[in-house]
């Protein structure tokens, strides 16, 4: 499945701009709200918030506004800041990483899509719908991430529903504020190929 857009970020930078500011911020409100400032160490869990917010809201404006060619490269730059940022150094590292970014980037696809095809005449409460896809795809990678480290055990699996999901509905709730208070925004005029 394809996005075929009619503006770019040419055309409308501030609506590309305003998606990755807000989608960014909302998830780390939220982060902030249930974990304070610890959301801002990257060696605590709680970073998260950030790393997903920032992946996130990079790929889905990039998605949104120019092509999936541009966001698929867009994610290969956030993999290649997550392997800097974690100091990955190890095949293990790396794998794991990837299966970070790449889930973030497949729930963030299927967001996009769902909301394209079945959510298009909502006027609010899309981001209900990252929360939920965002919280099947963290348990997933959840699980994943146990299978290779062997480190995990399955009580992981509850947890990672409930924090995909605030993570998810964060980062949904500044992409569909962008949405509303973007310019032209091209969520109102775009079309789908299937």
């Given amino acids: 499945m394809g996005f075929n857009y009619r503006t770019s970020p040419k055309s409308n930078p501030a609506g590309f701009f305003l998606t990755i500011f807000l989608g960014i911020a909302g998830s780390i409100l939220v982060g902030f ?17 950030v790393a997903f917010g920032i992946i996130g809201a990079v790929f889905y404006a990039t998605l ?3 092509s999936l060619r541009a966001a698929l490269v867009a994610l290969l730059m956030l993999y290649i800041m997550q392997v800097i940022t974690a100091g990955s150094t190890t095949f293990d590292w790396l794998l794991r990483d990837f299966v970070y970014v790449g889930g973030i980037g497949f729930a963030v696809h ?8 079945e959510l298009r005449g909502w006027r609010f ?14 348990a ?25 999901f605030l993570i ?27």
């Fill in 125 to 138: 409460g899309k981001f209900l719908a990252l929360g939920l896809i965002m919280a099947i795809a963290y």
């Fill in 64 to 66: 949104k506004y120019i």
């Fill in 168 to 194: 998810g509905g964060g980062l949904g709730l500044g992409l569909e504020i962008a949405e509303i208070l973007s310019p032209s925004s091209p969520g109102k005029s775009s079309t789908v190929n299937q």
């Fill in 33 to 49: 709200l249930l974990y304070g400032g610890r959301i801002f160490d990257s060696h605590l869990p709680h970073f998260q918030f």
């Fill in 140 to 164: 997933a990678i959840t699980s994943i991430l146990c299978i290779l480290t062997r480190t995990c055990i399955g009580a992981a699996l509850f947890p990672s529903l409930i924090k995909g």
């Fill in 110 to 117: 299927n967001f996009a899509a769902f909301t394209e095809r």
